[in-house]
T-cell receptor
Framework: NAGVMQNPRHLVRRRGQEARLRCSPMKGHSHVYWYRQLPEEGLKFMVYLQKENIIDESGMPKERFSAEFPKEGPSILRIQQVVRGDSAAYFC??????????????FGSGTRLTVV | AQSVTQLDSQVPVFEEAPVELRCNYSSSVSVYLFWYVQYPNQGLQLLLKYLSGSTLVESINGFEAEFNKSQTSFHLRKPSVHISDTAEYFCAVSETSGSRLTFGEGTQLTVNP
């Protein structure tokens, strides 16, 4: 029973390129959350998705960032035209039902994005 | 909305010494409280959680935290730390009816020989 799988672990992009981060939730989990950890900071909520639906995207930057969780396949966090300030660790977490925050989410190992 | 304040960004201690990592939260509704640990270049692992009932919760590796509602605190303690406890520790809160976790800024615990 694999945990939350994120890939790639490390991603280097030049300014202006696109970054695509993938997250496969735990088996049986249909809820996915993305968090961003900037250097020397805590994790900040970005977006909460269920299969084919965005439930809460209040933490997403208004431009260049998008997320999806299709019926089949992993959740994708997409960053267009990356800038140096996007350099961070991006973590994905999953749960099997809404309102299960009391059980704590299962986090992936993260994708560390470096924009050069 | 909730907020979490971790009062110390860095805590250096010697091996076998006791340690306390402080966490205060703010919320207008009932909350769940968590401590997560992050080892270098790894994801977050749940250390312990408070949902309800006994205000003192324990982890399997000797950490404990006490929920203090009047002081809105959830401090993490360990009576005797090991080198292997060196990591970043995050306090987090969520509404009991919600799904979003709000994290503190983290406390880097460094255990020296």
């Amino acid at each position: 029973n694999a945990g939350v799988m994120q890939n790639p672990r490390h991603l280097v992009r030049r300014r202006g390129q696109e970054a695509r981060l993938r997250c496969s939730p735990m088996k049986g989990h249909s809820h996915v959350y993305w968090y961003r950890q900037l250097p020397e900071e805590g994790l900040k909520f970005m977006v909460y998705l269920q299969k084919e639906n965005i439930i809460d995207e209040s933490g997403m930057p208004k431009e260049r960032f998008s997320a999806e969780f299709p019926k089949e396949g992993p959740s994708i966090l997409r960053i267009q035209q990356v800038v140096r300030g996007d350099s961070a660790a991006y973590f994905c977490a999953s749960s099997h039902a809404v309102g299960t925050s009391g059980y704590g989410y299962t986090f992936g190992s993260g994708t560390r994005l470096t924009v050069v | 909305a909730q907020s979490v304040t971790q009062l110390d960004s860095q805590v250096p201690v010697f091996e076998e010494a006791p340690v306390e990592l402080r966490c205060n939260y703010s919320s207008s509704v009932s909350v769940y409280l968590f401590w997560y640990v992050q080892y270098p270049n790894q994801g977050l692992q749940l250390l312990l959680k408070y949902l309800s009932g006994s205000t003192l919760v324990e982890s399997i590796n000797g950490f404990e935290a006490e929920f203090n509602k009047s002081q809105t605190s959830f401090h993490l303690r360990k009576p005797s730390v090991h080198i292997s406890d060196t990591a970043e520790y995050f306090c987090a809160v969520s509404e009991t009816s919600g799904s979003r976790l709000t994290f503190g800024e983290g406390t880097q615990l460094t255990v020296n020989p």
